[in-house]
């Protein structure tokens, strides 16, 4: 399966971005997968965002976004949304959704945990 994220741009301080993330190729159901979204800054490691559960009933923030960011899907469209609200210069990075390697477990916060890593895409906050 191949993840294509989009929606980024640079956008001033306390506005609101959504993240898209659509899945494709031969078998792009993700429907048994949790799913996640991670943040790459430069210089720094990649960091988990959000995740969600295969069923869409259980979710799991950061920290640093909880509150202001809400992580939804939409399996008949094989599509994981991720809306983020009063964006923070700190909130710049790549942005990447990605595929839990294993369902069976509670939502993961580890990249290693992850496969299927998306292109990224890029969110700029200007104060």
């Known amino acids: 399966v191949q993840l294509q994220a989009s929606g980024g741009g640079e956008v001033q301080v306390g506005e609101s971005l959504k993240l898209s993330c659509v899945a494709s190729g031969r078998r792009p159901h993700i429907s048994s997968y949790h799913m996640g979204w991670f943040r790459q800054a430069p210089g720094k490691e990649r960091e988990f965002v959000a995740g969600?559960?295969?069923?869409?009933?259980?979710?799991s923030y950061a920290d640093s976004v909880k509150g202001r960011s809400t992580i939804s899907r939409d399996n008949a469209k094989n599509t994981v949304t991720l809306q983020m609200h009063n964006l923070k210069p700190e909130d710049t990075a790549v942005y990447y959704c990605?595929?839990?390697?294993?369902?069976?477990?509670?939502?993961?916060?580890?990249?290693?945990?992850?496969?299927?890593w998306g292109n990224g895409t890029q969110v700029t906050v200007s104060s």
């Open positions: 969600i559960s295969w069923r869409g009933n259980t979710t």
């Open positions: 990605a595929m839990q390697r294993r369902s069976t477990i509670a939502i993961a916060k580890s990249p290693n945990e992850y496969r299927s």
